[in-house]
């Protein structure tokens, strides 16, 4: 995968999880999945360690925002934002993850 298409991913994951615009979670999880998807169809056949690294950062995007609903500095980085709102809390939430998917996609070989 090239660098490139790794930056517009993270480029359009930023446009759309902006601490600052007041969305809730489940709206930005709703328009997250589609592009999500997208993006995996497409990039299904990629080597799978790169997958985690891009849902961490989708999740720390994330949890940066619900710090700032909280009116709490901070991006997110933390270990005491990672044990209030675990990895388990965006799966409950619905939130699309490529490496589960990539996990699935592979044993259905």
């Known amino acids: 995968m090239r660098r490139k298409s790794l930056k517009a991913f993270k480029d359009k994951v930023r446009s759309k999880t902006r601490r600052t615009e ?7 999880i709703a328009s997250l999945n589609p592009m999500l998807k997208g993006w995996f ?3 299904r056949h990629a080597y799978w360690t790169t997958f985690r690294p891009l849902d961490g950062f989708i ?15 901070g ?12 990895n388990t809390f ?15 996609a592979s044993q259905s070989r």
């Not at 007041?22 to 930005?28: A, D, E, F, N, Y």
């Not at 999740?59 to 500095?73: G, S, T, V």
């Not at 991006?75 to 675990?86: A, K, V, Y």
């Open 59 to 73: 999740r720390r995007r994330l949890r940066a925002m619900l710090r700032r609903q909280e009116k709490r500095p």
């Open 75 to 86: 991006q997110g980085r933390g270990l005491s934002d990672q044990r209030r709102w675990p």
């Open 90 to 104: 965006f799966a409950a939430s619905g939130l699309f993850t490529l490496a589960d998917a990539w996990r699935q």
């Open 41 to 43: 169809g497409y990039f």
């Open 22 to 28: 007041g969305k809730s979670l489940r709206q930005v």
